[in-house]
């Protein structure tokens, strides 16, 4: 269901500390949303909740936190039943909340592997699973899942990463099918590397693969809005032509794409490129 008017609305936003949760938080204060704000660092949440409320001085709207580990099911059940608290409604759901590692696939401990995944898709599906009986009871509400454009391509030194992101991805996609003709709406969104703290991680851990912040958060949080009001289903957020070739490239002829991405990566990694 798409929401034209943000005016009132009930948005949960996970991840919401920084990034692009703390930034499509301000955006959804600013245009009226009582804005629930969910992290699992509960410092930042304060700080965050203070320059959510400076986009909007003197709104009417509200602004609480829940310090949230996503992970914990029961946590999300308690997230969602406070943000109903407010009005008796969720009308949007945004989940932010994710990590990221790279490195090897031979040097990727599992533990690391596994944080990543209950983090990137089980944070995601905990809370999608907490809020879905209430839009259903209301007749609506939206969805906002954070994949990546990792959830689209196969990147070197960053298996891990894209198979939780990938793992969002087909999520959304029942979700849909599976959500079909409740008023439920779910958009899922592909952005390109965007400058967060978590890019800065990620850029320290992926030796001989070149990656660069190309998008803000503020960008990209601009970018949920509207599509949540136009009720897109599909926001790829790829400013870079090599990017967006190749993500149409792994979609019109994979095995071409695939052997595209491991020529690079093997020529900027061996002193021989490959025949």
Sequence with gaps: MAIEDFNGVVAVVTGGASGIGLATA?????????????????AGLTQAAERVREAAPGSAARVITVATDVTDDAQARELVRQ???LTGR????????????GGRIEDLPSAEMRKMMDVNFLGVYNCVQAAVPVMRAQGG?????ISSVAGKLGVPMLSGYCASKWAVRGFSIAMRAELYGTGVGVTTVYPA???TPMFKQAAEQTEGLPIEAMLTPEQV?????????EGQRDLTLAPNPDIALLIARTR???DRAED????AYYRRTHSQPQA
Excluded at 141 to 145: K, P
Excluded at 221 to 229: F, K, S, T, Y
């Design 260 to 263: 595209s991405a491991g020529r």
């Design 141 to 145: 509400g939206h969805f906002v899942l």
């Design 90 to 101: 969720v009308d949007l759901l945004v989940a932010c909340a994710g990590i990221g590692r």
């Design 26 to 42: 301000r955006a959804l204060y600013a245009d009226g949303a009582n804005v629930v704000l969910a992290d699992i660092n509960q």
């Design 83 to 85: 943000a109903r608290a």
């Design 252 to 254: 019109d002829d994979p």
């Design 221 to 229: 949080a601009d970018e949920i809005l509207r599509a949540v009001r």
């Design 193 to 195: 590397w965007v400058d």
